[in-house]
């Protein structure tokens, strides 16, 4: 009997943590028309989550994305348009919330980083390329040295033939 107490608790456990997800909330939105609801999607889904950084405020569950979501409609409520949501968002939080900012001084880096990093990798390629054909030139030998080398390399040549006829 114990058994089967105990089996029950633990079957409707697990039913209860996993239907969990059910009992999550949804946010639903009221609209004034549907063209309302069009602007807020398209809104929601181009600003970016400032705490997230990489989602969307549509797609964030952050309460900060929710705070913003929540802004964007009371704004559009307001009959402010699409630009001026985007300009006041862009005021509060910066160009980062911007998927596509624009060209000003302080998203400068933003636009000419990567043409700057290419421009430096090539730079560094051609330096290294120039540093290895002048280390890659043969040294030209002065005839003393040159002399030298023969008699070390012609001695060599007479220990190793004489190692060898040792050997056999």
Same mark, same amino acid.
Request: aromatic letters at 8%; proline letters at 4%.
């Given at each position: 009997?114990?058994?089967?107490?105990?089996?029950?608790?633990?079957?409707?456990?697990?039913?209860?943590?996993?239907?969990?997800?059910?009992?999550?909330?949804?946010?639903?939105?009221?609209?004034?028309?549907?063209?309302?609801?069009?602007?807020?999607?398209?809104?929601?889904?181009?600003?970016?989550?400032?705490?997230?950084?990489?989602?969307?405020?549509?797609?964030?569950?952050?309460?900060?994305?929710?705070?913003? +979501? /929540? $802004? !964007? *409609?009371?704004?559009?409520? &307001?009959?402010?348009?699409?630009?001026?949501?985007?300009?006041?968002?862009?005021?509060?939080?910066?160009?980062?919330?911007?998927?596509?900012?624009?060209?000003?001084?302080?998203?400068?880096?933003?636009?000419?980083?990567?043409?700057?990093?290419?421009?430096?990798?090539?730079?560094?390629?051609?330096?290294?390329?120039?540093?290895?054909?002048?280390?890659?030139?043969?040294?030209?030998?002065?005839?003393?040295?040159?002399? +030298? /080398? $023969? !008699? *070390?390399?012609?001695?060599? &040549?007479?220990?190793?033939?004489?190692?060898?006829?040792?050997?056999?």
């Amino acid at each position: 009997m114990i058994k089967r107490l105990s089996a029950l608790f633990v079957a409707l456990g697990l039913m209860l943590a996993l239907s969990a997800p059910a009992f999550a909330a949804i946010d639903v939105y009221q609209f004034n028309n549907p063209k309302e609801q069009e602007i807020f999607q398209e809104l929601t889904s181009t600003l970016r989550c400032p705490q997230c950084q990489n989602n969307t405020i549509a797609d964030s569950d952050a309460k900060l994305a929710g705070d913003m +979501r /929540l $802004k !964007v *409609l009371q704004m559009l409520n &307001e009959g402010k348009s699409k630009q001026e949501i985007i300009n006041y968002m862009v005021e509060r939080y910066g160009y980062f919330i911007d998927y596509n900012p624009p060209v000003t001084s302080s998203t400068l880096i933003l636009w000419l980083g990567p043409l700057g990093a290419v421009i430096i990798g090539f730079i560094v390629l051609v330096i290294r390329s120039r540093r290895t054909s002048a280390v890659d030139k043969p040294e030209v030998l002065d005839t003393d040295e040159a002399q +030298r /080398l $023969k !008699v *070390l390399l012609d001695e060599m &040549e007479k220990n190793n033939s004489t190692d060898d006829s040792k050997v056999k």
